[in-house]
C-alpha cells in the first residue's frame, strides 16, 4: 500500500474498513470510497452552528454496518458518515456511563470531579455539581439555547439535574437504566421526567425520546442551539418495541424487589437477551436518528447544524466488538473505542475518514471553539480542540490520551498504549499493528513502557483520589 501512513494502515487492521465495503448499500450509492479527512477551502469563516450531539448508550465499536457489523444494518447512520467523517480511533472518556457523561459535559478528566469517581452514580448522593460550568452553561453565556433528551446519568433530584446544569429544557430519564416501556428505573422507582416534573408516558422509550427531539428540531428557533439526545439504546434490558411483554415481566420483578440488588438483576436481564434482539435495538436506534436527522432537513437547518454521533463507551455482553478485545466496564480498546461520526455539511466535505485519535473531552473543547464560547479559566480543559484539524488544515499536537478507572488504567500516545489490567500487570501495546491488544511488547520496550507509565502517574496525580470501598 504505497503512500499509507502507518497510522492510515493501523486503522484499516484495527476496525473499519476505509473502502466501500464499510457499506451495506449498492455500489453505485457507496461509490466513491472515503477518502483520508482534508479541511474544505475556506471552511474556516462561518456563521455559529447548532450542535446536535447523539449518544447511543453502550454501542460496541463495530455495532455499525458502517463500522463493518455483518449483520446489523444501520442505513441511516451510514448515510450520515457518508455526508461526513468517519473516525476511526475515537474513544469515549471512560469505560461506564457516568464517567463519560462528566468528560463531555466538563471537557476534563471524570477524576477532576468528585461525582465523576463514581463508575458509574448508583444513588441520590452523587452528581455533577451544578457549580461546575458545563458545555452547556458555557454555551449558554455565548447565547445559545441548550436542551438535553434522553439519559442523564449525572446525579438524581433534588440536587442535580441537567436544568441546574445549564441546560435550558430537559426531557428524559435520570438514572442510568430504566425497563424501557414502565420507566422503572435503577433506584425501582419512575424515571421519566419533563424537568423536574414525572412524565407519564408508557410507550418504547427510544420513540418517546425520538418524538420529543423531532419537536425540539422542528421549532422556529431565533437563536443557535445545543441539543444533547442520549438515547438509552442499546443498553439492557434487551427490549426492542415488540417486547412489551417481556417488559412487563422486567417490571413486576422491580416492583416485587425487596432491595437495590434484586432490582438492578431485574433491569440487567441475564436471564435474556439474544444477538437478534440485540440488533433489533440496534436497528431501532438508527431509525430513531434517521427520523431525528430528516425533520432537521425539513427544518432548513441541516446545513449548518453540527451532528456528532458516538457511544458512551464500549459494548458489552451482545455488541460486536470486533478486532478488539475487552468490553464496557474495562481499558482495553473494545471497552472505550466508539464509532464516532461528524457531519456539518455547510464547513466539512462528505466521505471521509480520519485516523486521528481523540476522545470525549477533546469534542467539548470543539464545540465550544466552534460556538465562540471561552471556557472557564478556574477549571482548564482536558480536552484538544479540533476545530484547527477539522476547519484550518492545522495538525493536531502529540499528546496523551489519558483513563483511569478504579480496575485498569491506560495512555495512548501516538500509536502506542500503555495498559495494567485488573491484576496490576503492565502491557505495552502497538495498536496500528495489533488492535487486538495480543503483542504485550512491555518486555521489548521497557524504556517506552516507564515512560508511557510516568505519564500517566503525573497526570493520575492531580485527580482526586478514589474513595476507599
Known amino acids: 500500500m504505497p503512500g499509507m501512513s502507518r497510522r492510515a494502515l493501523g486503522a484499516l487492521v484495527g ?24 479541511t474544505r477551502p475556506g471552511a474556516a469563516s462561518g456563521p455559529r452552528p447548532n450542535f446536535l450531539v447523539i449518544l447511543g448508550d453502550d454501542l460496541g465499536w463495530a455495532d455499525l454496518s458502517s463500522y463493518d457489523a455483518p449483520h446489523i444494518r444501520t442505513p441511516n447512520l451510514d448515510r450520515l458518515a457518508r455526508q461526513g467523517v468517519r473516525f476511526t480511533n475515537a474513544y469515549s472518556g471512560s469505560s461506564t456511563c457516568s464517567p463519560t457523561r462528566f468528560s463531555l459535559y466538563t471537557g476534563r478528566y471524570p477524576g477532576r470531579t468528585k461525582g465523576g469517581l463514581a463508575e458509574p452514580i448508583a444513588d441520590r448522593s ?8 458545563t458545555l452547556a452553561s458555557l454555551l449558554k453565556q455565548a447565547g445559545y439555547a441548550t436542551a438535553l433528551i434522553g439519559k442523564w446519568h449525572c446525579g438524581w433530584l433534588p440536587d442535580h439535574s441537567p436544568t441546574k446544569s445549564g441546560w435550558d429544557e430537559f426531557f428524559g430519564n435520570f438514572g442510568g437504566v430504566l425497563e424501557y416501556f414502565s420507566k422503572l428505573g435503577q433506584l425501582g422507582d419512575y424515571d421519566l421526567y419533563e424537568g423536574d416534573a414525572e412524565y407519564k408516558d408508557l410507550r418504547y422509550y427510544t420513540t418517546v425520546l425520538t418524538d420529543r427531539a423531532v419537536e425540539y428540531v422542528r421549532r422556529d428557533h431565533d437563536r443557535p442551539w445545543l441539543l444533547n439526545l442520549n438515547f438509552t439504546t442499546p443498553h439492557w434490558p434487551w427490549l426492542a418495541e415488540g417486547d412489551a411483554q417481556t417488559g412487563a415481566e422486567i417490571a413486576a420483578k422491580i416492583r416485587a424487589a425487596t432491595s437495590q440488588d434484586e432490582v438492578g ?39 449548518n447544524t453540527v451532528v ?60 465550544l471553539e466552534l ?57 505495552l501495546y502497538d495498536l496500528a499493528a495489533d488492535a487486538r491488544e495480543q503483542a504485550d511488547l512491555a518486555p521489548d520496550r521497557p524504556e517506552l513502557l516507564a ?19
Open 308 to 367: 456528532l454521533f458516538a457511544s458512551d463507551n464500549g459494548g458489552e455482553r451482545f455488541s460486536y466488538n470486533w478486532p478488539l478485545s475487552g468490553e464496557k466496564f474495562v481499558l482495553l480498546e473494545g471497552g472505550i473505542r466508539v464509532p464516532t461520526i461528524l457531519r456539518w455539511p455547510a464547513r466539512i466535505d462528505g466521505r471521509q475518514v480520519s485516523h486521528e485519535p481523540n476522545f470525549s473531552p477533546d469534542w467539548t473543547a470543539t464545540l
Open 371 to 427: 460556538g465562540g464560547a471561552r471556557p472557564d479559566p478556574a477549571y482548564p480543559l482536558d480536552g484538544t480542540s479540533l476545530a484547527g484539524y477539522l476547519l484550518r488544515g492545522e495538525r493536531l499536537p502529540e499528546r496523551d490520551l489519558f483513563w483511569r478507572v478504579r480496575a485498569n488504567r491506560a495512555l495512548r500516545r501516538g500509536d502506542w498504549k500503555y495498559y495494567q489490567d485488573s491484576d496490576g500487570k503492565d502491557h
Open 126 to 133: 452523587q452528581g455533577l455539581d451544578p457549580n461546575h460550568p
Open 451 to 469: 515512560e508511557l507509565k510516568a505519564s500517566w502517574e503525573r497526570i493520575a496525580g492531580g485527580l482526586l483520589p478514589y474513595p476507599a470501598e
Open 265 to 303: 438483576k431485574a433491569l440487567n436481564h441475564y436471564d435474556g437477551g439474544s444477538v437478534a434482539t440485540y440488533t433489533r435495538m440496534v436497528e431501532s436506534l438508527d431509525a430513531a436518528v434517521g427520523e431525528v436527522l430528516a425533520a432537521l432537513r425539513r427544518s432548513g437547518q441541516e446545513e
Open 15 to 38: 476496525g473499519g474498513a476505509v473502502t466501500a465495503v464499510a457499506d451495506t448499500l449498492t455500489a453505485a450509492e457507496a461509490a466513491p470510497a472515503e477518502r483520508p479527512f482534508e
